[in-house]
């Protein structure tokens, strides 16, 4: 049940099953990037930035601010242009006529976002490896920070590869010698989640201190950005004490007892394997779903479906977000810094509350065929959880590059 498989997850609070990256993907990668191998070599020259907009973001908390209707500066590429923009987000591609929902700027309260320039933000991550670690959440985030990124590098002067054997994908961009990746590990230690085929949502079983199979692929990187909080909103998890193949010598805990055991082995090994005067690491927050309508005033039985504009309630809060995990994640960062290890917490879970028009609800792929009842029913397979594309992660990845750029890296 070890054995390595293109990538594979299922979602169990949306009724998504199957989301499949594997052999679809990884075609779709080597048909577009089938003549780009030889090209690898010459390298760009470096161009000077000015850095001073992003020293200036300096002590600004960039978290608390409100959504601003800007059609002039969003989105920020179009989802046409993005070859790698899987079907779980490519929201236009699969039926979603409006748009308005990609129109949306992040307006901190006490500053300014500098204007997204994607070969600015290229030419300062020279050099660098960035991989995101985690779930699909994270994934989707990965994706929107390659569609940025990708559309100033010319066909030929990059590449979209699953690396065999690893729950590793890596975009090249050769001219900056940048390279964007992604790792599913959606428990961050290993759990029978990390295996398509042998797998079941109401019987979630982690190893609570194995992380070392995952964790040796992620030193050599110059950012890290984790995220991990979707598969944890079961009530219990199995921990396991001995190997997979032995599955019958289990504990279980409750869910906080688990994420707590698993941000601790995750944070002793990030504090004795990484380098952190090369290594800068990032933690996303928990991101808001939008699976009851009634919390802003609709029906019962409503969610994201239909939704074209955003909440504007302040501090408005849904019911599905887990306060309590986010605290059980701040102090699990807290204690971290004592130890000498600064992670940030990248605190978007505010921001996503609002958000209940930016979910893909009906309009993506799906992976197994829709039944007679779910048809006539569509809000029974939305998909409140994910974000389109363009869309709110575009925005995440903003924040985080306000962060990565204003420091000397
Ligand atoms: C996250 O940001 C929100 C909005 O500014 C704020 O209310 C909350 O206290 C922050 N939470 C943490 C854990 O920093
Ligand atoms: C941009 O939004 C404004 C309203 O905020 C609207 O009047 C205008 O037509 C929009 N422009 C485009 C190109 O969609
Ligand atoms: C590219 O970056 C890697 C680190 O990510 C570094 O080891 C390598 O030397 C760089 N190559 C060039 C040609 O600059
Ligand atoms: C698993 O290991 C822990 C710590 O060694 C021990 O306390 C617990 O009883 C073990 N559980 C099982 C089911 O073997
Ligand atoms: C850690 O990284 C820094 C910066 O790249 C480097 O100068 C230093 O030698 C590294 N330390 C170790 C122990 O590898
Ligand atoms: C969503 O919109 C479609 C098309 O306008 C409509 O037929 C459907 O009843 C709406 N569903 C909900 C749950 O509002």
């Known amino acids: ?14 009724k998504i099953t199957l989301l499949i990256i594997g052999a679809l993907v990884t075609i779709s990668f080597y048909y577009i990037n089938i003549n780009n191998n030889k090209e690898e070599k010459a390298i760009r020259p470096v161009v000077i930035f000015d850095t001073s907009v992003y020293d200036s973001l300096e002590g600004c908390d960039l978290f608390s601010g409100k959504w601003v209707h800007d059609n ?21 591609q699969y039926g979603r006529k409006d748009s308005k929902y ?15 320039d994607a070969k600015e933000a290229l030419e300062r991550l020279r050099g660098k490896r960035v991989i995101f670690i985690g779930d699909s959440v994270n994934r989707n985030q990965w994706v929107s920070m390659v569609c940025m990124l990708q559309a100033v590098i010319p066909l030929g002067r990059k590449k979209m590869q699953k690396i065999h054997g690893v729950s590793l994908f890596t975009f090249k961009a050769f001219d900056y010698n940048v390279s964007i990746d992604f790792y599913w590990a959606p428990l961050l230690v290993e759990s029978n989640g990390d295996h398509p085929s042998k797998h ?15 964790a040796t692929n992620w030193i050599n ?8 909080y979707l598969w944890w909103r079961m009530p219990t998890v199995k921990i396991l004490n001995g190997s997979f193949e032995d599955s019958t010598q289990y504990d279980i805990v409750d869910n906080h007892n688990g994420y707590k055991m698993v941000l601790k082995t995750w944070s002793d090994w990030l504090h004795s394997h990484i380098n952190h005067t090369r290594t800068r690491s990032y933690f996303m927050s928990m991101t808001a779903t939008h699976h009851k309508g009634v919390e802003w005033g609709m029906q019962d039985d409503q969610n994201c479906l239909n939704e074209t504009e955003p909440i504007m309630k302040d501090e408005f809060w849904e019911s599905g977000s887990d306060l ?12 971290l810094k004592t130890r000498g290890v600064n992670v ?4 978007i879970t505010q921001l996503t509350q609002y958000r209940k028009d930016a979910h893909p609800s009906i309009h993506r792929l799906h992976y197994s065929p829709l039944t007679k009842e779910q048809l006539s029913n569509p809000s029974s397979y939305s998909d409140c959880t994910h974000w389109c594309l363009p869309g709110v992660p575009d925005v995440w990845n903003e924040l985080l590059l306000a962060h990565i750029l204003r420091k000397h890296i």
Not at 200 to 214: A, L
């Open 1 to 14: 049940m070890r054995k390595k498989k293109p990538l594979l997850m299922v979602e169990s609070n949306v």
């Open 72 to 92: 002039d500066s969003y989105p920020l590429y179009k989802d046409s242009d993005c070859p790698y923009i899987l079907g779980d987000y490519a929201c236009g």
């Open 102 to 116: 990609q129109q949306w700027r992040w307006q901190p309260h006490a500053c300014n976002l500098p204007r997204f």
């Open 200 to 214: 079941r949502t109401k019987d979630r079983i982690v190893r609570i201190n194995s992380i070392e199979k995952h």
């Open 221 to 228: 990187a110059d950012i890290l950005v984790f995220n991990s």
């Open 324 to 335: 309590k995990m986010l605290m059980i994640l701040e102090s699990s960062l807290n204690k």
């Open 344 to 347: 940030q917490m990248m605190n």
